[in-house]
């Protein structure tokens, strides 16, 4: 099974994914973390996101780039939290792959798809405020955009959530 979770910021789409993964029974659960602990506040997401998860049995795997890499047990349950800061590691990261950051992506999702028994990616909506940007910003949102309707088109489910609750998206 693979579910694609999406939201706004502070929606509860975390919390919501890690549920999902806790449903699929007590495999190896695999957390890949894309955050890095840059500045003050991504040190307290990270903190929050380390104490929501702690009693559920999850082994957490830092990787900021090249998810396309990353070696897992065969069948395992993975999260991948989160898209949004995996494209923008890719776009900017001197390791990162720059203008081919789509493609990289995923050929990764692909490759862990491939290899686990469920997965879960949390991605966030940040398409709505009906703002126009900077150039880059703007190919910021044009990549996870593309990416987000590809991992759409590849999920068993799609759902959006919307204070809390789950929002079922057809996606086919």
């Known amino acids: 099974m693979f579910i694609l979770v999406t939201g706004g910021s502070g929606s509860g789409k975390s919390a919501f994914a890690e549920d999902q993964i806790l449903q699929f029974g007590d495999r190896v659960r695999i957390y890949i973390a894309t955050m890095k602990n840059a500045d003050v506040e991504s040190k307290r997401r990270i903190e929050r996101h380390r104490r929501m998860r702690q009693d559920k049995c999850f082994e957490t795997v830092e990787q900021y780039v090249s998810i396309k890499d990353l070696e897992i047990p065969e069948g ?51 398409f709505s405020d009906g703002r126009e940007y900077d150039k880059e910003t703007m190919r910021y949102q044009k990549y996870l955009g593309s990416i987000n309707q590809e991992l759409a088109l590849m999920a068993d489910r799609v759902v959006e959530v919307v204070y809390g609750i789950p929002v079922y998206l057809e996606n086919r």
């Open 76 to 126: 395992s349950i993975l999260l991948l939290e989160c898209m949004s800061n995996l494209v923008a590691n890719e776009m900017y990261d001197e390791n990162g792959a720059g203008r081919n950051t789509i493609k990289e992506i995923l050929e990764g999702i692909l490759h862990l798809k491939k290899k686990s028994a469920h997965f879960v990616v949390v991605t966030n909506e940040i």
